[in-house]
C-alpha cells in the first residue's frame, strides 16, 4: 500500500521559533510537494521538487524554505515562524511515470499551530 | 489570480439524489483535469480525471464532464450516499514531469440519510 507520511499530525510552536516539518514517501516517486490548506483558500502550493536537491517555488514561497537531501525525504522549514503561518500543511509525492495527468499522493497533513 | 475556482463553498444533498459539483479555470493551457475528495483529518485522495481531448470520463457512481469552450468541469455523484460527504477538490495538472498542480478552494458535499 502506498504511502506518504508525516511526521507530526499536530504541533504547537511560538513565534519566532524554526520548524521543521518531515515528509517522507516510500514509493520512488520523483516529485514531492508542499502545500498549506486554509478555510476558503483550498490548496496553495509552496514549494516542490522534481529531483533530489532540486527545489522550484511555489505560489507562496515567502517565509519558507525545503530540504531534499534524499529521494523519499521533503522538508519544509519555517524559519522564524509567525502566527500567519498557523495551518494545516499537507505533503504529496507524484510519480513522473504519471504524466500528464500526475495523480498526486497526500499524506495526512500537519496541523501547526503558532502562538 | 484564481486559475482553478470552485465557487460554491459547500453543497447539501439527500441520499439517493445526484450531487453535482463545479469548476471552473481562466488557463486555455491546461488540458487534464482531476477531482480529489478530502475527509476531516486525512489527505486528498484522487477520484477521477479526465483531458481535453474527452468531454466524459466515468467510474462507477462518478463522471465528470468537461466543457472545454466553456472552461467548465462538473462531478456528477450518482446516487449520493452519506460517506460521499467530504471535501471535493477539482485540479488542473500542468502535464510536465514535474507535474505541478493547480487546486481549486474546495467545496464541502454533506450528504443527508
Known amino acids: 500500500d502506498v504511502k506518504v507520511t508525516q511526521s507530526s499530525r499536530y504541533l504547537v510552536k511560538r513565534t519566532g521559533e524554526k520548524v521543521f516539518l518531515e515528509c517522507v514517501q516510500d514509493?520512488?516517486?520523483?516529485?514531492m510537494f508542499w502545500y498549506r490548506q486554509d478555510p476558503g483558500l483550498g490548496l496553495r502550493l509552496i514549494y516542490f521538487s522534481y529531483d533530489v536537491k532540486m527545489k522550484e517555488k511555489g505560489d507562496i514561497p515567502e517565509g519558507y524554505s525545503v530540504s531534499r537531501e534524499k529521494k523519499e525525504r521533503f522538508s519544509l522549514i519555517l524559519e522564524s515562524a509567525s502566527t500567519n503561518q498557523t495551518s494545516m500543511y499537507l505533503c504529496a509525492s507524484s510519480s513522473q511515470l504519471a504524466v500528464p495527468y500526475n495523480e498526486q499522493f497526500f499524506g495526512p497533513g500537519t496541523r501547526l499551530t503558532v502562538l | 489570480d484564481q486559475q482553478v475556482k470552485q465557487n460554491s463553498p459547500s453543497l447539501s444533498v439527500q441520499e439517493g439524489r445526484i450531487s453535482i459539483l463545479n469548476c471552473d479555470y481562466t488557463?486555455?493551457?491546461?488540458?487534464?483535469f482531476l477531482w480529489y475528495k478530502k475527509y476531516p483529518a486525512e489527505g486528498p485522495t484522487f477520484l477521477i480525471s479526465i483531458s481535453s481531448i474527452k468531454d466524459k470520463n466515468e467510474d462507477g457512481r462518478f463522471t465528470v464532464f468537461l466543457n472545454k469552450s466553456a472552461k467548465h468541469l462538473s462531478l456528477h455523484i450518482v446516487p449520493s450516499q452519506p460517506g460521499d460527504s467530504a471535501v471535493y477538490f477539482c485540479a488542473a495538472s500542468d502535464g510536465t514531469n514535474a507535474g505541478k498542480s493547480t487546486f481549486g478552494d474546495g467545496t464541502t458535499l454533506t450528504v443527508k440519510p
Open positions: 488557463n486555455s493551457m491546461f488540458d487534464y
Open positions: 514509493m520512488d516517486h520523483e516529485n
